[in-house]
């Protein structure tokens, strides 16, 4: 059968480093984006989200970052620990004022 | 912890048979929509209820259909399961008194397989 993870983008760091995961969306219309952590066996949960009239927005060790010129948007984690070991979803809204479009996911590995 | 929660947690079906799935949202959150999640993959968007309609729905066979009842909380029901059925289903309520795209507080899935 087909293996988890095979297709999944992986990023490993040691522990004590910054992580910066990256996401391409594709609807111009997405006026809302947001990063979700997944853990094993658990709904995702909610990091850090912003809108497109921002370009930066920081919370607690989180930074996101939306390039809208080429559709990019980036999860900065500041010293990055065990905790945070998951897999980490962007997803945007396209306009829609009812769902959000989730990309594939990046496994963050952290290194002790 | 979200307070949102869902059951069963686990459930194995046979194909053709019909399972429901239920929610309850967070206190006050009168919105609530579901998810699927294939392994390894991210969370597709159902549909979503708002004050007990259908408010939107995403790109799902009719065999999937859902219900909200007055104190919001919320059912899945598939019918005629296929092995592609397999997978984590996700209720995700939103607070705020009419619908929009915003944080959605996630439970943490009922996984459904289908043999």
């Known amino acids: 059968g087909e293996s988890v993870g095979l297709h999944l983008p992986t990023l490993s760091v040691q522990e004590g480093d910054n992580s910066i995961i990256n996401c391409a969306y594709s609807?111009?219309?997405?006026?809302?984006f947001i990063w979700y952590k997944q853990e094993s066996g658990k709904g995702p949960q909610f990091i850090i989200d912003i809108r497109s009239n921002m370009d930066k927005r920081q919370g607690q060790r989180v930074t996101v970052l939306l390039n809208k010129t080429v559709k990019h948007l980036s999860l900065q984690i500041a010293a990055t620990q065990p905790g945070d070991s998951a897999v980490y979803f962007c997803a945007e809204n396209g306009g829609s004022n009812y769902k959000l479009t989730f990309g594939k996911g990046t496994l963050l590995t952290v290194n002790p | 912890e979200t307070g949102v929660t869902q059951s069963p947690t686990h459930l194995i079906k046979t194909r053709g048979q019909q399972v429901t799935l239920r929610c309850s949202s967070q206190s006050g959150h009168n919105t609530v929509s579901w998810y699927q999640q294939a392994l390894g993959q991210g969370p597709q968007f159902i549909f979503q209820y708002y004050r007990e309609e259908e408010n939107g729905r995403g790109n799902f066979p009719p065999r999937f259909s859902g219900l909200q009842f007055p104190n919001y909380s919320s059912e899945l029901n598939v019918n005629a399961l296929e092995l592609d059925d397999s997978a984590l289903y996700l209720c995700?309520?939103?607070?705020?008194?009419?619908?929009?795209?915003?944080?959605?507080?996630f439970g943490e899935g009922s996984r459904l397989t289908v043999l």
């Open positions: 995700a309520s939103t607070p705020g008194g009419r619908p929009s795209t915003g944080e959605l507080f």
């Open positions: 609807n111009s219309a997405s006026d809302y």
